[in-house]
């Protein structure tokens, strides 16, 4: 018998098109929330409601649960407001989970909200689990998961790691500039200035006050074009968002593109670890990018070998039903702790640049 979970989902927001309404009135999962509520579905049996309805269930129907999962950005102030959320779940007598997919691997709970849970079920959060103001004892709670990649599951095939003929530009790298820091400034400008052929740029976030720079602004690139300039490109970045992971990230794995990665990708914790040198490489500074780029523009069958392997590894990472089975086993026995959330080693048989 699969583990039977009631899922609170989260709630419509301000702004939200109809479109995305009639999704949620369906029950399809959003792009953010879609990896791990598709992995809830696979490991159990799920019953979804909104928020208020967990407030009027009888108590005899709460027994019929084995866990409770409540999405942190459902109705109501789920992070912030202890005595709602002990008034919400207070009477659930089983393991209560709360997700958080933020995007922010900071993002967590008062701690009087996390004492209310049995697991804390975070999307990338950090390795370095002290970084998190809570007590040991709520840090132990804290579980990780992942976002949903636009370009959806694993594909078959070799994907932008072939051919290499087929690649006319050196780097590529499309995306908007963010509050939350200037990494991408940082690097296109330097890239600008490089003489590298490159393609992308960066444009602003709707309705931001700042403007983007005329040397590194480029086009918005969508559908289709998008996914063909990452496979016209040897070399593919991918930069901090809102947080060290980003879909592009996922994008560039599940295509099987060469990644090179900002360094804060070592801080993440995921279910599935990574490996730098294996399945993607990462820069250590800004003035060593550009002499990284230009020793791996010369070393195509090292570039061959990692968008590879980092294919094979977003196999292994975005696989729903594996996830399912780990968020199963921690829902029915949260008492036993995570496994450790330190970073996979490099790579035995990476090779180290010269430059």
Known sequence: MPLSVCYIRRSAEPGENPLMKLRKWWRMPQQQDAFFEQSLRAGCAVTTLPAPGLRYLPRRWLHRFDALVVNAKATGPWREDPAFVRSMVGGFPGPKALFLGNAHPADMPAEEVADAFDLLLKREPYGDLERYPLHPANRDKIRPTLAGCPFGAPEPGPGCSEPEAGKSRDVFFAGRVNDANDIREQVWSRIVASGLDAAGGLHPRP?????????????????????????SARTNLALDGFGPLTARHLELWQAKAFMVSAPTLREIWLHEPPVEGRDYVAFDGYDGLVELLRAYLDRPDERRRI?????????????????????????????????????????ADAQALDP
């Open 307 to 347: 968008a590879r392997n980092g294919g094979a590894y977003f196999a292994r990472l975005y696989d729903p039903v594996r996830h399912g089975r780990m968020l199963a086993e921690w829902l029915q026995h949260p008492e036993r702790g995570a496994a450790s959330p330190a970073p996979a080693a490099p790579a």
């Open 207 to 231: 309705r931001a006050a700042t403007e983007v720079p005329a040397a590194l602004r480029g086009p918005r690139i969508k559908g289709r074009g998008y996914y063909e300039a990452i496979c």
